[in-house]
């Protein structure tokens, strides 16, 4: 797992870190780390194994589209029995006649129709990757996010089980000073309500972390364990433009997109074969055996044994305009597709530059919760000793207490969204993959665990473009 083990511009990660570390929830010896969870949503998340299911399907259109280019051969047979009553003096006979035949066909020229057909599934097969890579991504970032959510929420909900604890404490202590006489039952009542309300708050914290659990379940496919906070957060580029320029270069629905393009162009070669003459070579072999019995005596006869061979050529002369409707058609599908790519360029920019700044808000933000946090512990530390010799009331405490709660609260969600906003622009830059966390890529559970290359040969030529070396073919 790549991340910043050394500090940088002013020592902020590191100080980041250390901040993460002391206020969210501290990992028990054998908690999980993040790229445990990360693996088992990988490999056990359905979502991922449908797109892999989908990406070896479409893995076989390439051998589908190259079988166009190879010869065919069939066996035909036929065998059959009649038998034929005469009256007598005629012998009856019974005919078992037997017919062979081996049939071949070879294409010889097809307009381009299959070398692009092989280029259009090839181009197909690099999308269906690129989503598969995307659902991946889709996938770990939901990961993430649940795993960063409990942690929040374990925190939360401690931070909530010590302000009740405190509260209970400041009940007794106030019960005792009304025993004394030095407070009204005003300020026992109040700090009543107090407890009441932090209890509830208890209740609240606990459920969120439950339902937080549940998430973490349908992502992961358990209900997590002690968990262990990640000790450093991911590298990033140094600017929002670098960040910017990694997406547009490497997100792979980007790729996805620019793939179907490619399958569309091809998709207007295919058709425009359909006004192209084809040329195929054939032959045959045929064989007809008659085994006929007359009278009971077996004899053959009619034999028969022939061998032919055959060039086609077949060449379309009016076809009602259905094919020129149909090659507009897939331009106009192809002008979309290039649109579609635009767009998918124009989303990963939105999404990188608003990642970006979510990250600069987070940061801005622990940066200013860790100075509230210190004040207002400064201040329920002081008016807690007010309290003591008079110059402060109950409700003061209580006050500052409440405030003290806030302040731990909200820096811990500014520490959950600092981390998430963090991946979250990994994951719009296209880099937070299986490789960013040293998972060996999986395509299938029958070929086991294997990387896969995009645009593998598929026992085809590895570029795409080789078909079109050849002059006659358009």
């Known amino acids: 797992m790549k991340h910043v083990r050394h500090r940088r511009r002013g020592g902020m990660r590191g100080a980041l870190a250390g901040i993460a570390i002391g206020v969210l929830l501290v990992g028990r010896a054998g908690a ?133 604890r405190i509260l209970v404490q400041q009940l007794e202590a106030s019960e005792a000073r009304f025993e004394a006489g030095e407070v009204t039952i005003t300020d026992v009542a109040q700090t009543k309500a107090r407890v009441a309300a932090a209890n509830a708050n208890v209740i609240q914290a606990d459920g969120n972390l439950r339902a937080s659990a549940e998430g973490f379940r349908a992502v992961v496919g358990r209900l997590p364990g002690a968990l262990e906070p990640p000790e450093f957060l991911p590298e990033l580029p140094p600017t929002a433009r670098a960040a910017e320029d990694a997406g547009v270069s490497f997100h792979p629905s980007i790729r996805a997109a620019r793939s179907a393009e490619r399958a569309a162009v091809y998709n207007i070669r295919v058709i425009n074969a359909d006004k192209l003459p084809t040329v195929s070579f054939g032959s045959s072999l045929d064989g007809r055996f008659n085994d006929t019995t007359e009278g009971g005596f077996s004899s053959r006869f009619d034999n028969r044994l022939s061998a032919g061979v055959n060039l086609t050529l077949r060449a379309p002369l009016y076809q009602g305009g259905q094919v020129d409707s149909r090659i507009r058609q897939a331009q106009h599908i192809a002008a979309q597709r290039r649109a579609d790519y635009h767009a998918a360029v124009r989303e990963v920019q939105r999404s990188v530059n608003i990642a970006w700044q979510s990250f600069v808000t987070a940061r801005g933000a622990i940066a200013a919760g860790e100075e509230q946090v210190r004040a207002a512990r400064i201040a329920f530390d002081g008016i807690r000793e007010e309290l003591q010799v008079g110059a402060r009331s109950t409700i003061d405490v209580l006050d500052a207490e409440q405030a003290l709660l806030d302040a731990r609260t909200s820096l811990v969600n500014s520490v959950r969204q600092l981390n998430v906003a963090a991946y979250t622009l990994l994951s719009a830059m296209g880099r937070l993959g299986p490789d960013y966390f040293g998972i060996v890529p999986v395509i299938g559970r029958e070929g086991g665990t294997a990387g896969v290359e995009p645009l593998s040969p598929y026992g085809v030529v590895a570029n795409p473009e080789a078909a079109w070396r050849f002059p006659w073919r358009p």
């Open 32 to 164: 999980e780390g993040l790229p445990r969870i990360v693996e088992d949503a990988y490999l056990y998340n359905p979502s991922i194994d449908a797109a892999r299911a989908a990406l070896l399907a479409q893995g076989e259109s390439v051998a589908i589209a190259n079988a166009g280019r190879l010869p065919t051969v069939n066996l035909s047979s036929t065998y059959g029995v009649s038998r034929t009553w005469v009256p007598d003096p005629l012998p009856d006979d019974t005919t078992a006649p037997l017919t062979l035949g081996v049939d071949g066909n070879l294409p010889l020229y097809d307009g381009g129709r299959t070398a692009n057909t092989i280029s259009q599934a090839r181009a197909s097969v690099d999308s269906a990757y690129a989503q598969l890579a995307s659902q991946e991504q889709s996938t770990i970032l939901s990961a993430v996010s649940a795993y960063f959510d409990v942690l929040r929420d374990a925190e939360v909900r401690d931070l909530a089980v010590n302000s009740l």
